[in-house]
Each structure stands twice: as C-alpha cells, then as structure tokens.
C-alpha cells in the first residue's frame, strides 16, 4: 500500500508524466516473476547465466540464435525477438553492443515498446551515448514504462562476469533504483546509483577513458624501462608499490609474462576487446564535443586505439596497446 501511495503522490506531482511507479515499485517486492533478456554475447551470457542461477525465470532472445544455446540448456526460454520478450515479462535487461542496437531493440519493428506492458522495468546494460538512454526512457515512459541505464564495470576479465563481481553505475528514476537493484545483485557486486538516466552512462565513458588513458601511459613506461635495460617484473614490482601505480600496472600488466591470468599472458586474447575501447572512447569523445570539455588525452586515446584497430588489434585486448607501440618502434 505503501508503495501505491507513494506512487500516486508521483502522478499527482508531475502531471505531464505516464509512467504509474506504483506499478513498478510493487513488482519489485514480486520476487521470481519472469526476467526478459536481450543479448546474449560475451557479458550478456553470464549476466542472464547468473539470474538463472539465483531462481528467476529467463525469457531471452539475441539476433544470433546460437548464442542461445547455453541459457537454453539452463532453463531460458528462448523467443525470436524483443517484442515477444516484453510479451512474457515485465523486466526486461538488454545487454548490446552499440547505440544503434539498443535503438533497434526497443524501438525497431519487433523492439520491446511493440508489447510493452503498462509498468514494466527497462534495464539498459550496454555502454551507448547518454543521449540514446534519455531518448528510451521518454519512449518508454510514453508507453507508461520505466526505463534506467545500468552499464557495466569490472568486466575487463570476462570471469567477473561469470563469478557475479560486475559494478553497475544506475541512472534513473531513484524511486525505482530499489527495484532494479533487486535484480543487479545477482549479477554484480557493487550496483551504485548515479543520478537521473544518462548518469550511468557518463559514469561509465570517464571511467573508461580514464582506462584507455592509465593503459597507454603504462604501456609507454614499461616499453621504455624494458628498453633502458630494466627487467619488466622489477620495474612493474618497482612502480606498484610508487607513485605510479595503477589499475593496469598492478591487476592487468600489458607486458608478457609479468602477471599470470590476464590477457597480455595469452597473446592478448580475452578480455575487452581494442574495438570496445575504440567505441567508448568515441562515445566519450561525442559527449566531450556536445559539452565543450576539453579532454586532449582522451582524444590522442581514442586516435591511437582507431588506429590499433586498422592495423589488426581490433579483437585484441586493449592492452595490447603495449605490443602496439613495440612493433611501431621497429618500423
């Protein structure tokens, strides 16, 4: 009753609204009702993996149906598009690769808005220009549904994923954030409220271009204590526990043979792939235009990994960046 009060006082407050938060906040106390899922690639899979795992009933569909297989064999059902999701569900996550993909699954001919039903919970996880979110969220809350951006972090090991250790950065309605955390606690360790819908977005772009940034800059410094005549595993032992330290020289060294488990022990297979980090860093360098802030390491960044992407390292991770710059020394 609480949770109707509360959002009746929302409807009376802002007229121009549709969306009855009433209807989402008492679904967030429905416990195991059906979860849709969109987008089953390398984070998707696990993500949708993991609701399974915690009792919830998965509706899932992703433009390539072998990428169902798994969840399938798990308990999913599998339906041939998102508008057949948001027929069987009443929160929905998409998990996609880019802008143009999450435009399609809610608004395209089969998009979740065909069948959305009155109330329901959107949850974004993709990484997309903070202005498509707020694009779906005024379509969705025309339809009288809610929708939030949830992109993900800590999924730089693809084991995070797997293992339930994600961080979401949450924009939305904050009224409906106890909702949606409901379901991203089974997915991720940390679920972090950001502010209004695009927050978790722009959340999302700094820190990874702060990434990209850290990555190049330990890349550069190890190539040149190596070339100075340094052992790799002493200047890296040296710098983590200096100043210099940082995310990529102390958990995802670039070097070979510094660090076990990380890509750069693998011919730099796995991981986060140098064309993601070229898109986020593209988103961040569109958000960067339309809000006039400078941010001239971000742009030799994003240069730099455009141009790791032409010459091959597209499906590398983005640490090889380090491998990169040594092959550019000997041209």
Same mark, same amino acid.
């Given at each position: 009753?609480?949770?109707?009060?509360?959002?009746?006082?929302?409807?009376?407050?802002?007229?121009?609204?549709?969306?009855?938060?009433?209807?989402?906040?008492?679904?967030?106390?429905?416990?195991?009702?059906?979860?849709?899922?969109?987008?089953?690639?390398?984070?998707?899979?696990?993500?949708?993996?993991?609701?399974?795992?915690?009792?919830?009933?998965?509706?899932?569909?992703?433009?390539?149906?072998?990428?169902?297989?798994?969840?399938?064999?798990?308990?999913?059902?599998?339906?041939?598009?998102?508008?057949?999701?948001?027929?069987?569900?009443?929160?929905?996550?998409?998990?996609?690769?880019?802008?143009?993909?999450?435009?399609?699954?809610?608004?395209?001919?089969?998009?979740?808005?065909?069948?959305?039903?009155?109330?329901?919970?959107?949850?974004?996880?993709?990484?997309?220009?903070?202005?498509?979110?707020?694009?779906?969220?005024?379509?969705?809350?025309?339809?009288?549904?809610?929708?939030?951006?949830?992109?993900?972090?800590?999924?730089?090991?693809?084991?995070?994923?797997?293992?339930?250790?994600?961080?979401?950065?949450?924009?939305?309605?904050?009224?409906?954030?106890?909702?949606?955390?409901?379901?991203?606690?089974?997915?991720?360790?940390?679920?972090?409220?950001?502010?209004?819908?695009?927050?978790?977005?722009?959340?999302?772009?700094?820190?990874? =271009?702060?990434?990209?940034?850290?990555?190049?800059?330990?890349?550069?410094?190890?190539?040149?204590?190596?070339?100075?005549?340094?052992?790799?595993?002493?200047?890296?032992?040296?710098?983590?526990?200096?100043?210099?330290?940082?995310?990529?020289?102390?958990?995802?060294?670039?070097?070979?043979?510094?660090?076990?488990?990380?890509?750069?022990?693998?011919?730099?297979?796995?991981?986060?792939?140098?064309?993601?980090?070229?898109?986020?860093?593209?988103?961040?360098?569109?958000?960067?235009?339309?809000?006039?802030?400078?941010?001239?390491?971000?742009?030799?960044?994003?240069?730099?990994?455009?141009? =790791?992407?032409?010459?091959?390292?597209?499906?590398?991770?983005?640490?090889?960046?380090?491998?990169?710059?040594?092959?550019?020394?000997?041209?």
């Amino acid at each position: 009753m609480a949770a109707v009060l509360r959002g009746s006082r929302l409807l009376v407050g802002r007229f121009c609204k549709h969306v009855d938060f009433a209807f989402v906040s008492e679904r967030s106390m429905a416990s195991k009702t059906p979860v849709g899922f969109i987008g089953l690639g390398n984070m998707g899979n696990p993500m949708a993996k993991n609701l399974l795992n915690h009792g919830y009933p998965v509706v899932a569909t992703d433009v390539f149906p072998e990428s169902c297989k798994e969840v399938q064999e798990l308990g999913a059902q599998i339906v041939d598009n998102p508008a057949e999701v948001a027929d069987k569900a009443d929160r929905i996550i998409t998990m996609l690769p880019s802008s143009p993909n999450v435009i399609d699954a809610y608004t395209g001919p089969n998009g979740i808005l065909k069948k959305i039903k009155k109330g329901s919970l959107l949850i974004d996880s993709s990484t997309i220009d903070p202005s498509v979110s707020k694009e779906m969220a005024a379509a969705a809350e025309k339809m009288g549904a809610v929708f939030m951006d949830a992109p993900v972090s800590g999924g730089k090991y693809i084991g995070a994923a797997s293992l339930g250790k994600l961080t979401f950065m949450v924009g939305g309605a904050e009224e409906e954030f106890t909702a949606a955390k409901e379901l991203l606690t089974c997915m991720g360790a940390n679920v972090v409220y950001c502010g209004q819908v695009g927050t978790g977005q722009a959340a999302k772009i700094c820190n990874n =271009m702060l990434l990209a940034i850290g990555m190049i800059g330990t890349s550069e410094t190890m190539n040149l204590g190596i070339r100075l005549g340094l052992d790799p595993k002493l200047l890296a032992k040296i710098l983590n526990m200096s100043s210099g330290r940082c995310w990529s020289s102390d958990t995802y060294n670039p070097v070979p043979g510094v660090m076990e488990g990380v890509p750069s022990g693998n011919n730099y297979q796995g991981g986060f792939g140098t064309q993601l980090m070229a898109k986020d860093l593209g988103l961040a360098q569109n958000t960067a235009t339309n809000t006039k802030t400078p941010v001239p390491l971000g742009s030799l960044a994003h240069q730099m990994y455009r141009m =790791m992407c032409a010459r091959g390292y597209a499906n590398k991770d983005f640490s090889s960046v380090f491998q990169f710059l040594r092959e550019e020394e000997g041209q």
